[in-house]
């Protein structure tokens, strides 16, 4: 038995798909070439299953993900998860929260900083660059066009160069196409 996740959690819950899963001993060609480079090369998931039903569009995607999220250079690793957080807060989506966070958590040592957001949200009590970048991608989450160039400013000011400017905006914006997908193909569950 399981029960739907409600509230934002650093423990990454299951994601249930509404719509069943490929079954990759059964796969197409193109769902097996499409597959061979998964989201953050890591285990098959259940979600990227369900993506691998349109081949073409996970292919595009993954190449996409893992170059927004995983590039050499510009922004830290932390921040650009710290971004797709930031996003998964303002959208909801209560399994990316969970997964980026935990990522997160791994990379910095400490779970302190993603409580706390989980706690107060953009009123989180961080440091000057971690509280620049949350307010920014949580910002551009609620209302794109109100990002203004004071907004970039503040991420200059707490010392952002373009590049990471860029890399924080395009790792949010990723997650809030990404929530939107997760969330009508799927639900975030724990098991009872």
Known sequence: MSRVIHKFTT???????YVTPIDFDNATDAQREALKETPS???ISDYVLVLAHDPESLRIRTSLFNGIMYDKGGLSREERELGAVAASVVN???YCAAVHAHRYNNIVGDD????DIFLR????ELDERTRAILRFAMRLSE???NVSQDDIQRLRDVGLDEQEILD???STTLFGWANRLMHTLGEPVANV
């Open 11 to 17: 423990r990454i819950p299951t994601w249930r798909p």
């Open 112 to 115: 302190a900083v993603m409580k």
């Open 92 to 94: 909801r989506c209560i």
């Open 143 to 145: 209302t794109p066009p």
């Open 121 to 124: 949200g953009k009123d989180a």
């Open 168 to 170: 924080l905006t395009l």
């Open 41 to 43: 090369n890591t285990k």
